[in-house]
Every structure is written in C-alpha cells, then in structure tokens.
Nanobody, 126 residues
Framework: QWQLVESRGGSVQAGGSLKLSCKASPQYIYNSICLAWFRQPPGKEREGVAA???????YYADSVKGRFTISKDNAEKSLYLQMNSLKPEDTAQYYC???????????????????WGQGTQVTVSS
C-alpha cells in the first residue's frame, strides 16, 4: 500500500523540463494542511522547494520561483512539481512530504512535515 510515493525522476540537460508526481494515500491528500516538495543536493542539507497549503496557497524557495510550479489533484490523489528551465544546481534527491499543520515553521520548512516519501533522483547536466 502506498503512502507517499514519488514517480521516477530522471536526467535532463540544462534548460529542459521535468515533472515529478507523488502518489499519496487519501488521508494525506484530504487531511494534510500542506503538501510540499523538498530536495537534498549532494553533500548538502535537505531544503524546501515548494509547498501548497489548504489546496490553493503556494510557496516557493527563491531559487525556483518562476521556474517550478507545485499543484495537486485530489481526484488523482497526487501532488506534482513541474520543473522548467532546469539548472545543474537543481540536481538533487527530491522528496514529497505531507502534514503541515501550523507549528511556527514556514510552509517550506521540513519541521512542519511528519510524513515523507522515499525520494527520487533528478540530475541536470550542463
């Protein structure tokens, strides 16, 4: 049974696009205050990429604003991350997360999330 399962990532050249999806168990799609994407570049700490709260409020890291778009589809029980104009520095393991009840942390802070996918690799070559 799936809980949070990311689609396979992939490799793409700089300037290209990739769309990640995360299949979520119903309780995560319907009951989570926020759903989010995080990433962990090689040798670095995990960082927030984008979050969607209450179904419509979206938040982005400055490094991806204007290039990435987060969305969710309740009927498909899925969270998505459309990534355009990819750069080599976007190379990372990407994770989806659910939870997000307000606890003092910003929506893109990992401290706000209790449930995590297993991660998927995205590699951007120059």
């Amino acid at each position: 049974q799936w809980q949070l399962v990311e689609s396979r990532g992939g490799s793409v050249q700089a300037g290209g696009s990739l769309k990640l999806s995360c299949k979520a168990s119903p309780q995560y799609i319907y009951n989570s205050i926020c759903l989010a994407w995080f990433r962990q570049p090689p040798g670095k700490e995990r960082e927030g990429v984008a979050a969607i709260c209450r179904g419509t409020d979206t938040y982005y890291a400055d490094s991806v604003k204007g290039r990435f778009t987060i969305s969710k589809d309740n009927a498909e029980k899925s969270l998505y991350l459309q990534m355009n104009s990819l750069k080599p520095e976007d190379t990372a393991q990407y994770y989806c997360a659910a939870g997000g009840a307000f606890n003092g942390y910003a929506p893109t802070h990992q401290g706000r999330y209790q449930y995590w996918g297993q991660g998927t690799q995205v590699t951007v070559s120059s």
